[in-house]
């Protein structure tokens, strides 16, 4: 298997944009485009009709709403009410969590899955509601006249000031203020997909699902190119696949850019594989 061709997405449209750093990407098919590796006749369209629909639901409360923490209500209490959308511990557990559609069948769904649908409602309504990779759970981030107001889709559309944000993040875990500040800042959308990719790759790691973790890996490996610890990842989860040869590739091109303390462990890994290929020769 060449190396070029296993990072090439001709499918995928908007990954294909997030590789090229464009930065005018649709999110929610950029999602949905990883949930295809799962999923292969997945179809976009059902996703994006029930978002338009909630849209739809809301644009006449968000039209009457008199001021900022009233509107940011009315998004909450259609899709976390109404709709019922919010985490549960099991999605930490199941890729279904991070898929948009199964988030949305199931009404359940990891923080940064639920935020994407609160983002594309919001986007649908002309709303600027933007995610925020907060340490622990992710979050989404609408700038109010008063100042950012923060909404936990997870909690069931828990809504934090900035300063009942931080302190609620501080009791997660041992942050400082000015850390938290600046993890509050919206997230790119790089950003967001570098996160979704990494908590698949845990979950199928963690399931010995390791040809979906090298579907995944190799996405993690196109938005970093020049990572030699995600290409040598992908070079492990290769040998799992017995794809020795792409395996074999991957880890001689580590060796020709990664620093020395690196090197032994780069060809022991290299003679496994070797050792692998002489016995199917």
Not at 93 to 103: D, T
Not at 197 to 203: A, G, P, S
Request: with cysteine.
């Amino acid at each position: 298997m060449d190396i070029s061709q296993i990072f090439q997405f001709k499918q995928d449209r908007e990954f294909s944009k997030l590789l090229l750093h464009d930065k005018q990407i649709d999110l929610t098919t950029a999602a949905l485009e990883l949930a295809r590796d799962d999923q292969p006749d997945l179809q976009f369209e059902q996703v994006q009709i029930w978002i338009r629909q909630r849209a739809c639901e809301l644009s006449g409360k968000v039209a009457l709403a008199n001021d900022d923490e009233t509107l940011i209500k009315c998004f909450v209490d259609c899709l976390a009410k109404q709709h019922g959308l919010a985490g549960n511990t099991i999605c930490y557990h199941q890729p279904e969590g991070s898929y948009l559609n199964h988030v949305i069948e199931t009404r359940q769904g990891l923080p940064i899955a639920l935020s994407l649908i609160y983002m594309a409602v919001g986007n649908e309504l002309g709303i600027d509601i933007q995610g925020v990779a907060a340490p622990m759970q992710f979050l989404v981030r609408y700038e109010s006249q008063s100042g950012p107001l923060f909404i936990d889709p997870y909690s069931s559309g828990r809504i934090y000031n900035e300063k009942e944000c931080i302190i609620h993040l501080a009791e997660l875990g041992d942050f400082s203020r000015d850390v938290l500040l600046r993890l509050l800042k919206p997230a790119t959308h790089r950003e967001i997909i570098i996160r979704m990719l990494m908590n698949l790759k845990r979950i199928h790691e963690e399931r010995e699902d390791f040809q979906r973790a090298w579907n995944v890996q190799r996405r993690l490996c196109a938005l970093n190119p020049l990572s030699n610890a995600h290409r040598k990842d992908l070079a492990a989860l290769s040998f799992k696949t017995k794809k020795l040869g792409l395996a074999a590739d991957l880890l001689t091109s580590c060796l020709k850019s990664c620093p020395e303390s690196e090197q032994l462990d780069i060809k022991l890994m290299l003679q496994k594989v070797h050792a692998e290929l002489a016995q199917w020769n």
